[in-house]
């Protein structure tokens, strides 16, 4: 149940939305440029798009992106788990993570449409290449938060390996994993349209591609709205799932 | 097991046991970093060469190939000429993100209502896939030099923004409170207090931001209708001339480590040389 203290408190942030919808219409209502489609006209194509089951194309999306991100998590466990235990791995190849995410990551995706053409590999792999090493950097620094102190005084009372995962390692780590997991999600996300946008046949990037082709702005703004409100969703959600993880750990 | 990992790790710190037994001589930990890092290059090198050769390059240019073909690039002239078209989006478009991006930092950071009517744009901004905007971009301006700098500001502007926002609300308020109270005027506490403590936050937002913005210039060319490097990119992809695609590849992944690279390196001399003035 909001508080709908909370909720009054929200004011600020309505009225910039507000104000951004009311620049759109009064822009459109004026000048109407032709990349500025009427709101009405968003909302209506987007209702065509859905109803015809134009958006059936998402769900290949949706299964690469799950794909994509089941080989990350793996491969970033067994990654992050390998430099969070071997400390002079860490220090060796932590700065080449480093410099690697300072490459422009999209660059790459071309190569990848060379060697796969226009199949999920290509997706997956542009998924991998956007989401491991966010997600590996988050995960190691969660595995380095295991308190040794308390870790040292569970084995002095002799505590149960069950028990000690329980009520230190799991607390101690739980919010940051999840932190981590975030960060590979949205950056999954941005891998999987990318490489979408890239190859322009398959899923939402097909959408994006013909409306634009064709220059239907409406449905050009669904779809890209709809993407756009798709990772925002995903990425309150999880941040939800993160502060219940924390406030957990701290009682 | 990763509870174990870390609880090894440092054993001398929290047993004060068996610190001598891990524990290397300074020169020698330094090699054995560098031989791991070399020998991870290396391996993927090799790796990389060996795959091409068994391809026979079709799809796999092998690396030796690929240096080779940027050398013949470089030397043709298309490489650098498409390399200044791009880097032009660039160069205007970082910039204007630091211009326009560090006061609105700033701003949002001390302005509580602005704050939040406007901060979740920004949230909003680095969460999304900013590719999706590119072909709306892209009907609106064409690939307009306006359009590849408004992309590039997109890309970079957000983390900008976001962290000096961020940079400025961590400074201690005590600070500002007895700066103020001691008479400061409002000139003086951003001078003295605000801006000095707020200096690795904020370029650390500067370099995230450089390197967001290297991936907003290659994103406009890669959709679309491609042109500078992107439009080399899809030539060569369509023309399956594996060697060249490698070779423009490679070299944007080179400017984005050399300039990111170059911009760490003055963060650090420059947080040095504020440290010991501090000092």
Redesign the interface.
Known sequence: MPDPRRVAS?W??A??FAALLAVWEVANETSN?Y??PSLQSVGSSWWDLASSGAFSAATTSLRTLGIGLAVVVVLGAVLS?LL??????D???S??IN?A???????????Y???WGYSDTTRVVAIISFSLFPLVLQWIAA??R?P??L??MSHAFAASRTA??RT??IPA?APLLLNGARVGV?QA??G???SE??IGVVGVGKL??Q??DT?D?PQ??AV?LT??AA??VS?VVLSTLESRASRWAES | MSEAGSYEAQPGVVAGLGASRRRRHPAQRTLALWAIRLAVVGVGIVLWEWIGRRDGGVFVAPFTTTVRHLVDLWKDGALASAMWRSNEALLIGFPISVVAGLPLGFWLGRVRVADRAFSYFLDVALVIPMIAVVPVIIVALGLTLTARVLVVVLFALPIVALNARAAVRIVERPLVEMSEAFGASRRQVWQTVILPSSFAPVFTGLRVGLAHAISGMVVIELTLIPAGLGGLIVQFRSQFAAGDLYAVTLMILIEGLVLVGLAHAVEQSASRRLGRVDA
Do not use: C, H, N
């Not at chain 1, 969070?84 to 791995?89: I, K, Q, T």
């Not at chain 1, 995410?101 to 190569?111: G, R």
């Open positions: 929200l600020p942030q009225a910039s440029p990349w500025l788990g969070a235990s071997v400390r002079l791995l220090d060796a190849l700065p080449l410099a995410m300072s490459t422009p990551t999209v660059a790459l995706v071309p190569v449409v060379l060697i595995l380095r295991v040794a102190e870790t040292e000690r995962v230190i390692v780590v949205v996300i941005k999987l349209i990318t946008l890239i994006i591609v409306a634009s220059f702005m050009l703004y890209v993407v756009v990772s925002i990425y």
